[in-house]
C-alpha cells in the first residue's frame, strides 16, 4: 500500500512477526519506521499526511503515529 503521494510503501513480511509493518521509502525501499500493529490485521491504509496508518482488525478500528510507532487510536 502507498500514500496518496506515492512518498511512502507500507509493507509486511512472512518471515517477521505477525504484527510487524514496515513504512519505506518508496523512492529507494528504505525502512524509515516499524509499526507492530499487532495480530489479526485486515486492512490497512497509509492516511495522505503519512504518519498516520490507519488499521482494521476484528475488533475495530486503529490508528497509529508512525514516527513513534504509537497506537493513538483503538
Given at each position: 500500500?502507498?500514500?496518496p503521494a506515492g512518498r511512502w510503501l507500507v509493507t509486511r513480511r512472512r518471515n517477521r512477526p505477525p504484527g510487524e509493518t514496515e513504512l519505506r521509502e518508496a523512492a529507494t525501499g528504505?525502512?524509515?519506521a516499524v509499526v507492530d500493529v499487532g495480530p489479526g490485521l485486515d486492512f490497512l491504509a497509509l492516511a495522505a499526511d503519512g504518519r498516520t496508518l490507519v488499521t482494521t482488525h476484528q475488533d475495530g478500528l486503529r490508528a497509529w503515529d508512525v514516527p513513534t510507532?504509537?497506537?493513538v487510536l483503538h
Open positions: 500500500h502507498t500514500d528504505r525502512v524509515a510507532g504509537r497506537e
